[in-house]
Structure formats: C-alpha cells, structure tokens
C-alpha cells in the first residue's frame, strides 16, 4: 500500500471506530480533556502502525484494546485506587448501532447538547442512560451524593427538553 492508499483506510477505519472508541473513554476517563488526550494516542498510535506497513485483522478490536490500555496507563501513574474503571462496562454494540440508526431519536444531537454542560452532567447520563446505571450506582461511581446526581439529570433533561425544537428532524420521540 502507498501513503495515500493508507491515508483512505485509515480515514475509513477513523471514521467507523470513532464514536465507538470515543464513548468507551468518556466513560472511563475523568475529565473529556483527558478522554480525547487518549483517543488521539490511540489513533496516532495506530496509524503509525499502518504507516509502517503492519497488517492489523480486526482495526476496531485492536482500537478498543489500545484504548483499554492508554486508561490503565493513566490511572496507574496517577496512583488513584477508586477509579472509575469498577463496574463500568462498554454498552452494547448492536443496541449503540439501533440508537444511532433510529429514525426518531436524534442521539447525535442530545450528546452534543450534553456535551455543552458540565463534565459531571454529562457523565451522569453516560453512566445513567448509557450503562443503565440506578441513580444510586450512578452517585457511587461518580462519588457523588444521589441527590446531586437527581438535580443535575432532572435539570439537565428539563433544559434539553426546552430547548429541543419541533419538527420531525428534532423530534426525540416518533410520532404513530
């Protein structure tokens, strides 16, 4: 493979990886800084691999792996014993690839809404919504009281609902 033909798969990959490997750090990493300082390891990392003439068979494994391992390097130099790697599993494949593809629920644009808060609203609703967290595993796991956790989703969801416009491109829910 030349550079250009490596550039085009690995762009491909990029693009189908991406969101996967994203959510898998945003749930494991302690700030969205330190997520996309991974993500970007574990991409750049790759690609030189490619870039080298290494043959990887399964490119989303592999990512996911190395994601796996760039959080278990961070929290091993920082020394921290209760970190958010206790419990929390990567959602589902298919259910993430039915979310996504599902006609009425724009979940692009509810991230991206979320996104704008703050770090630990955000994070609530991975946990919450994403891993099917209780409130109170959810409060555990984030070190947070319930009730914290309570007032920033039931805000959060109150302030997405008011500003989520009608129309069917921005309906969350579909209509029968």
């Known amino acids: 493979m030349n550079e250009t033909e490596i550039k085009q798969r690995f762009e491909q990959i990029y ?9 898998y750090l945003i749930c494991k990493a302690d700030s969205q800084e330190n997520a996309e300082d991974m993500l970007q390891s574990v991409y750049l990392a790759f690609y030189k691999r490619m870039l080298k003439g290494e043959r990887v068979l399964d490119p989303k494994h592999y990512l996911l792996r190395a994601a796996k391992h760039r959080v278990a390097d961070y ?21 993430l690839e039915s979310l996504e593809k599902d006609d009425c629920y724009v979940y692009e644009d509810i991230m991206r809404g979320l996104r704008e808060y703050d770090e630990v609203t955000y994070r609530i609703f991975q946990l919450r919504f994403g891993h099917d967290y209780t409130i109170g595993k959810t409060a555990k796991t984030l070190g947070l009281a319930e009730s914290t956790v309570k007032s920033k989703m039931y805000r ?3 302030k997405l609902k008011n500003e989520t416009r009608e129309g069917e491109r921005y309906a969350l829910f579909g209509r029968s």
């Open 15 to 23: 693009n189908s990886t991406y969101d996967y490997i994203y959510k």
């Open 75 to 95: 929290y091993s130099g920082r020394k921290q014993t209760d970190s958010l790697d206790d419990g929390v599993e990567i959602v589902d494949e298919k259910a």
């Open 156 to 158: 959060a969801l109150k």
